[in-house]
């Protein structure tokens, strides 16, 4: 499927890349873009459907649209439940964005919010998710893409034409850079603009968190 919202161009199908019947056309008709956000989805909770494909995507009550792909698994979910009967879908991710736009609609509720502002309240969105979960995400707000991991040997960059390419793995030989560890940092325009103080949720994966995954695949 694609469309657009909020000046952006979106396209999630639910099959992958090697199978698909649009992404070939895609790539050779659309414009250069600024910003390009792309996901693979292991489906490691929810179906394999269109409504469980990345991103998502969604206006806070600002009109500011915000961007969001989510590689890892909610394992400590209880602040994100509440969302099961609202969501389009049946993932732990869609449930997670759906508790960050109501976050930041209860922030702009206070007052209106500048780059500084939207970085604090991701920072601390992030540090409050991350411990026991698997937290590697990106989110965009239509100014400053907000980078964060929180597993090892995972997610670094590389500069390459004047910008910055992101990857869960180093795609080439060349030098990749690696995100910093549970930290989140946030980039406009090629450099980095703003970065949080280190949190405590790193994540480990054990025994533990393979069990409770195997429960929720069931």
């Not at 910008?163 to 910093?180: A, H, N, Q, R, Y």
Request: proline residues 4%.
């Amino acid at each position: 499927m694609m469309y657009k919202n909020g000046g952006d161009i979106i396209v999630r199908e639910p099959r992958k890349a090697s199978a698909s019947t649009v992404l070939e056309g895609i790539l050779a008709s659309i414009p250069p873009q600024k910003y390009l956000l792309a996901h693979i989805r292991y489906a490691t909770v929810g179906t394999v459907r269109k409504e469980n494909c990345h991103p998502f995507h969604a206006a806070d009550i600002s009109g500011r649209w915000w961007t969001m792909i989510h590689n890892g698994t909610i394992y400590s979910g209880s602040g994100t439940y509440r969302y099961y009967r609202r969501q389009s879908g049946d993932t732990d991710s869609e449930r997670l964005f759906l508790a960050f736009i109501d976050g930041i609609n209860d922030r702009l509720g206070k007052g209106s919010l500048g780059e500084r502002e939207r970085f604090s309240f991701v920072n601390d969105f992030v540090a409050e998710h991350a411990p026991r979960n698997k937290l590697n995400l990106m989110i965009w707000d239509g100014e400053l893409l907000f980078v964060h991991k929180n597993m090892k040997n995972t997610m670094s960059f590389r500069r390459m034409n004047g910008g910055l390419l992101f990857s869960t793995v180093p795609l080439d030989d060349s030098e990749w850079v690696p995100i910093p560890m549970a930290q989140l940092v946030a980039y406009k325009d090629g450099r980095e603009v703003f970065r949080g103080d280190r949190h405590k949720g790193v994540f480990t994966p054990t025994l533990e968190y393979i069990t409770a995954l195997d429960a929720m695949n069931i």
